[in-house]
């Protein structure tokens, strides 16, 4: 039983595991599926990465409950315990890329406009250099949108997906309306 924290730790021991039973390896963490890193239990190991990468890693606790953390490929840090990917995924972005947060979401229908107007529109709205360090790119997707994808955006970074927000209410849009008019 190895007790070293983080991803690379992790996976190191977990492909090591031969012959234990499958309560055992279910019950190890590893590297998310698909996830930056991720080999199965018969594969290669990652190495370390030069610079704070965001990954998760998971292990299955019962059937129906498995059990995430945000994890990083240079180092040792583990977020807390989520019962889902993507708020680790979000936890280990908050360790990689602390401002991510901060920065804009930007409709994914504007990709289809052409992609040098598209990257055109990034470089405009995201900060000098971002998805070179492999930065995350932040979309709005309509519920039930799918999960936050590894390698996705320019630099190879994540994209984080946010829901779309509400339209507004009509009520206020007919405040909103009555405010003209007056105003007029
Ligand atoms: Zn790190």
Redesign the pocket.
């Known amino acids: 039983m190895s007790n070293d924290t983080g991803a690379i730790a992790r996976q190191r021991h977990y492909t090591t595991l031969r012959n234990v039973d499958r309560e055992v390896l279910r019950q190890t963490w590893s590297i998310g599926y698909a996830d930056p890193g991720f080999t199965t239990q018969f594969g290669t190991p990652p190495e370390p990465s030069p610079h ?2 965001a990954t998760s890693i998971v292990k299955i606790v019962t059937d129906t409950r498995w059990m995430y953390r945000g994890a ?1 490929l ?2 040792p ?1 583990e977020g807390p315990d989520r019962p889902r990917r993507d708020p680790a995924i979000e936890d280990a972005h908050d ?2 890329h602390p401002v991510w947060r901060t920065l804009p979401i930007l409709d994914p229908a504007r990709s289809r406009r052409g992609s040098k107007t598209w990257s055109l529109h990034l470089a405009a709205t995201y900060p000098k250099g971002w998805f070179d360090a492999g930065g995350p790119l932040r979309l709005y997707a309509d519920p039930p949108f799918d999960r936050h994808e590894a390698g996705r955006a320019p630099g190879g970074g994540f994209i984080l997906h946010t829901a779309r927000p509400k339209p507004q209410p009509a009520r206020s849009l007919q405040l909103t309306l009555e405010e003209d008019n007056w105003a007029g």
């Open positions: 704070h990468t990083c240079a180092c840090w360790h990689t």
